[in-house]
C-alpha cells in the first residue's frame, strides 16, 4: 500500500509497496545447516534481489517517508530508514521507539488572528487548548513480529549488517485514528453565535416591591435582562487532525525528536462574533428614562415629573467584561427617580438674576423702532434646561410688513440702510450677559468692524439668513429673557436659578491694532460730492482676546481662562477730489447748472466776446442777479467787485466755505454706523 494510506480493514500498516514481499513475515529454516543445502545460483540471484531491494529503500525513503508537519504542513520530509547498523542495534532501537509509542500524544490547537486585527479583551485572553490521546485510543503499534520475522530472513541469507526503514512497520488502527480525530472536532468546534438579549419576569423572592408604579413603568422593577452572549466560531477538520496524528507518529519513529513529536499543534480561525454589546442601544431599548418636572412656557405652569426604569450600567459594563463567551448575564430592571421634583422647580422657578447688561445706543429714529421690535419679540423668552436659544429664530425676518425700518448697517464692508439695521445691538447685548452668566454659546460671529457699545471681543453680529446667534441653558433649571429699550438703552436681563458656586469676572485685551489710510478718490463734477468730502468713515483694525477669571465663593482666585480672540477689519477714510474740467472753456455755463440770472438766449454768449466790443453790449449783472457780489462768467475781464478768480464757478448747492474738509486724525464716528 502507499506510504501515509489506510488498508481496508481495521489495521494497517505504512510499509513500502516495493518492500512488501522482501520483508514479508517468513517461516524460520529448521537449522541453520538447511540454508546451505541451497545451491549457489539460488543465493546469489536472492542476493542480488536484495541489493535491489535496500537501494530501492534508500531512494523511496524521500517519497514514502514524508510525512505531515504538526502545524498541517506535509511539505517536510520523514527519513526513517536506517542504514549500517547491526541487528542487536536495530532492535534496540525498534524497542525505544515501541516505549515511546506507549506514551500519550497530546494535541495543542491554537488560535490565530489576521496581522492587523483589532483584538477584544476576551480575544486577547483566549488560551490554547489541549486534547490527550493515549496510545489505546488511536490504534499506533509497532510491528515488531514483522520486524524480527525480517531480521531473521535476512540473517538467514548471510546478512550482518543491515539498513532497514522502521516505518515499514508502523502499524494505525483507521477506525480508532477516525474516532479519536471525531472527539477532538466534536468537542473543540464551536458554530458562531450572535448575542440575544430578553427581558424576563423575576421570580416573586427576587422580585423588588417598590411600592405602586406609573403606567409608563409597568411592572419594570420585578423584570430583569437576561443577555445570552455570542461567542465565535471556532472549527477544525477531523482529517486535518489525522494528518497532525499519522505525521506525529511518523516523526516518533524517525528519531526525530520523540518528545516533540508526541505534542504536535494544530492551528485555527476564529470566525469573530459581531461587536460588543452597545450599552447605549440597550438602554434605549429596554429603558425608559425618569422625566423631570418641567415648566410649559405657553401656559406658565409646572409639569409634574415621571419616574423611569432601567438597569445599572456599571454592574453590566463590569459583567460584559468578566464574562466568558456564550455565557449568560442578568440585570434586575430599578426605578428611577427624577432628579428634583414639581414642588422645587416652583419654588426656584426665576428666583434670581443670573446676568444682566445695558448698552447704550445712538439717537437715530429708524434704528431705535428697530432696537424695540427686536427686543419685543424676545421678551419674556423662556429657555428650558438644554434648549437652544437662537437669535433669528426668535425675532424672525426683518420685514417692512412687521414694521421695521432702514438703517445703517455693515454690508459687504460697506455701511448702507438695510431694513432692520442696528439690531446687532440687542444680540450683542445679550451674549454679553451670557458671557457673565457663564453659560454655553453655541454660535457667535463678532462683527466686521468693532463697536463701541461693548468691550472688543463681547460684540456678536447677526443677519438673516446667514449669521446667528445662539446659547444653550446649561443650568439644571429654565431661564427666561427680560429684553426693553429705554433712555437709549438696551436692557437684557437673564432670570433663573443660580447654580453656580463661583463668581467670575470678564476682561478684554487688545492684541493688535491695524492703521486706516486717507485715500483720495476722484469723482465727477456731478454735484454729489464737493472737494474735500469724506465719502468713506474709516475704522481701525483690532485684534482682541477676551478673558474670563472666576472666584470661589470666599473671593479666592481659581483660575483665568480665554473665552476666545475677536478680529476685525479696518477701513481706510476715503476723501473725494472733482475731476478736472473736460470743456475747453471753463468760462463756459454747465448745461446741468442752470441759474436764475441767466441771459436768455437772445444775449449774446458769454463764450464768445469781441475784446474790441464795447461793454455797453455786454449783459449787466445788477438788473437780473440777485446778489451783487455774484461774478458774471461772461466777462472777459473781472471787475473790481467779483470774487477772488480761486472760485471760477461757485455752484448755489455746494456748502458754504465755513464747512472745512474732515482731517485726516479724526476719530471714525463709530455710534451712528454701528449695526
Known amino acids: 500500500m502507499a506510504k501515509g494510506k489506510f488498508e481496508s480493514g481495521q489495521k494497517s500498516k505504512i510499509r513500502n509497496q516495493g518492500n512488501s514481499e522482501l520483508y514479508a ?4 529454516p529448521s537449522s541453520g545447516k538447511s540454508g546451505h ?19 530501492v529503500v534508500l531512494i523511496g525513503k524521500f517519497v514514502l517517508g514524508r510525512g505531515i508537519s504538526s502545524r498541517g504542513d506535509s511539505s517536510s520530509a520523514v527519513s526513517t530508514t536506517i542504514p549500517g547498523l547491526s541487528r542487536a542495534e536495530l532492535e534496540q532501537k525498534a524497542n525505544d521507539i515501541g516505549m515511546t509509542l506507549n506514551r500519550d500524544l497530546v494535541l495543542t490547537l491554537v488560535p490565530v488572528f489576521e496581522e492587523g486585527a483589532v483584538l477584544t479583551e476576551q480575544e486577547k485572553n483566549i488560551t490554547p487548548e489541549r486534547f490527550t490521546l493515549p496510545r489505546t485510543e488511536t490504534g499506533v503499534e509497532f510491528d515488531f513480529a514483522s520486524f524480527h520475522a525480517d531480521l531473521d530472513a535476512r540473517a ?69 435582562l437576561v443577555i445570552h452572549l455570542g461567542a465565535s466560531g471556532r472549527k477544525v477538520s477531523e482529517d486535518d487532525i489525522i494528518k497532525v496524528l499519522t505525521a506525529s507518529y511518523k516523526e516518533v519513529v524517525a528519531g526525530n525528536n520523540p518528545d516533540q513529536a508526541l505534542q504536535p499543534s494544530l492551528n485555527y480561525k476564529l470566525e469573530r462574533q459581531e461587536e460588543a454589546l452597545d450599552l447605549d442601544q440597550l438602554w434605549k431599548t429596554y429603558c425608559k428614562d425618569a422625566v423631570e418636572p418641567s415648566f410649559d412656557p405657553k401656559t406658565g405652569e409646572v409639569i409634574d415629573g415621571r419616574d423611569g426604569y432601567g438597569f445599572d450600567r456599571q454592574e453590566l459594563s463590569t459583567k460584559l467584561l468578566t464574562a466568558a463567551p456564550g455565557s449568560e448575564i442578568k440585570v434586575t430592571m430599578s426605578k428611577l427617580k427624577p432628579n428634583k421634583d414639581a414642588k422645587t422647580l416652583r419654588e426656584h422657578l426665576f428666583k434670581d438674576v443670573l446676568a444682566e447688561a445695558h448698552t ?10 428697530n432696537l424695540k421690535l427686536a427686543c419685543e419679540a424676545i421678551n419674556g423668552t423662556v429657555i428650558l434646561p438644554g434648549q437652544l436659544f437662537s437669535f433669528n429664530d426668535t425675532v424672525g425676518e426683518r420685514t417692512e410688513e412687521r414694521g421695521f425700518k432702514d438703517a ?17 445691538q440687542v444680540a450683542s447685548t445679550i451674549y454679553y450677559a451670557v458671557l457673565h452668566a457663564d453659560l454655553e454659546t453655541v454660535e457667535r460671529e463678532p462683527h466686521l468692524y468693532k463697536v463701541d457699545y461693548v468691550p472688543g471681543g463681547m460684540d456678536a453680529t447677526i443677519y438673516w439668513g446667514s ?33 453656580k458656586d463661583y463668581t467670575l469676572e470678564l476682561s478684554s485685551e487688545e492684541l493688535s491694532k491695524v492703521e486706516w489710510k486717507e485715500v483720495v478718490k476722484e469723482v465727477p463734477r456731478d454735484g454729489t460730492y464737493y472737494e474735500g468730502e469724506v465719502i468713506t468713515t474709516p475704522y481701525y483694525g483690532y485684534k482682541y482676546a477676551v478673558y474670563k477669571t472666576t472666584y470661589d465663593k470666599d473671593g ?46 437772445t444775449q449774446p454768449k458769454p463764450t464768445e466776446p469781441k475784446p474790441t466790443q464795447p461793454k455797453p453790449t455786454e449783459p449787466k449783472p445788477t438788473p437780473t442777479q440777485p446778489t451783487p457780489t455774484q461774478p458774471a462768467p461772461t466777462q472777459p475781464a473781472p471787475q473790481p467787485t467779483e470774487p477772488a478768480p480761486t472760485q471760477p464757478t461757485p455752484q448755489p448747492t455746494e456748502p458754504a466755505p465755513t464747512q472745512p474738509a474732515p482731517q485726516p486724525t479724526e476719530p471714525p464716528p463709530q455710534p451712528s454706523e454701528n449695526e
Open 467 to 499: 449669521h446667528d446667534y445662539k446659547f444653550k441653558n446649561n443650568s439644571e433649571y429654565p431661564i427666561k429673557i427680560e429684553a426693553s429699550v429705554a433712555n437709549q438703552q438696551v436692557n437684557i436681563v437673564l432670570r433663573g436659578t443660580e447654580w
Open 556 to 601: 479666592k482666585k481659581i483660575g483665568t481662562t480665554q473665552i476666545g480672540i475677536s478680529e476685525y477689519s479696518k477701513r481706510d477714510k476715503v476723501i473725494a477730489h472733482l475731476a478736472a474740467q473736460n470743456q475747453p472753456k471753463p468760462t463756459e455755463p454747465k448745461p446741468t447748472q442752470p441759474k436764475p440770472t441767466e441771459p436768455k438766449p
Open 156 to 224: 538467514a541469507q548471510g546478512e550482518t549488517i543491515f539498513s532497514v526503514d522502521l516505518l515499514d512497520y508502523l502499524t494505525l488502527d483507521e477506525k480508532k485514528l477516525q474516532d479519536a480525530a471525531k472527539r477532538i472536532a466534536t468537542e473543540f468546534n464551536i458554530d458562531k453565535k450572535s448575542s440575544v438579549v430578553t427581558l424576563e419576569d423575576l421570580s416573586e423572592d427576587e422580585a423588588d416591591k417598590d411600592g405602586e408604579k406609573s403606567e409608563d413603568q409597568a411592572d419594570a422593577p420585578s423584570r430583569q
Open 25 to 28: 513475515v517468513k517461516d524460520k
Open 360 to 369: 447704550h445706543h445712538s439717537d437715530n429714529w429708524n434704528r431705535t423702532i
Open 37 to 55: 543445502r541451497k545451491k549457489w545460483p539460488i543465493l546469489a540471484a536472492v542476493a542480488g534481489v536484495a541489493v535491489l531491494a535496500v537501494g
Open 408 to 424: 445703517i448697517a455693515y454690508v459687504g464692508g460697506e455701511s448702507v440702510p438695510d431694513l432692520g439695521g442696528g439690531i446687532c
